[in-house]
């Protein structure tokens, strides 16, 4: 069996960390799993200011949170563990780092907002999926709010109907 390589992206977030617990029961499948971490780093700064020492700053304290991340992993019996940290925006740096490194699967967390919500704060996790054809498994919190879709159930209760 090849090599498979699971990418997980981090943000630091107890959301975003919920994927991990997927991915480590996915390599216990594989013979030679391969875990990437990956951050996207950003930093904020005021116009007019440089924003050279806040880049470094974000930089490395993405670089320290990867590892910790990656020790825990390898206290978990994964051997195969890499952190990269990508400075710029999350879907675009998770979809680039997806095809730089020929990624087999995309595992992340989600909010799994709809509607308003998603609209105004976007979805990273759905512009990954556009971005790329890399598969992605999506990993909601155990407690978050299930939204049935709009419409769902109508057609069985109207074939039921029919029966009758």
Do not use: C, N
């Not at 909601?140 to 069985?156: I, K, L, T, W």
Request: without cysteine; proline residues 5%.
């Amino acid at each position: 069996m090849k090599r498979e390589t699971l990418l997980v992206p981090l943000d630091g977030s107890e959301l975003a960390e919920t994927a991990l617990t997927m991915a480590l029961k996915l390599t216990a499948m594989i013979q030679k799993p391969k875990l990437l971490l990956l951050r996207a780093a950003e930093a904020h700064t005021f116009p007019g200011a440089d924003p050279t020492e806040a880049q470094v700053k974000v930089v490395g304290e993405a670089e320290e949170y990867l590892e910790s991340v990656a020790e825990r992993m390898r206290r978990k019996g994964i051997r195969d563990v890499q952190t990269s940290v990508w400075y710029g925006h999350p879907a675009e740096s998770i979809v680039e780092a997806a095809r730089l490194y020929h990624v087999d699967l995309i595992v992340m967390g989600t909010h799994g907002r709809s509607g308003l919500g998603r609209l105004i704060l976007g979805s990273v996790a759905e512009s990954v999926i556009r971005g790329t054809t890399t598969p992605v498994l999506l990993v909601r919190r155990p407690e978050a709010p299930v939204q049935r879709p709009e419409g769902a159930g109508r057609a069985r209760e109207e074939k039921g109907a029919r029966a009758e």
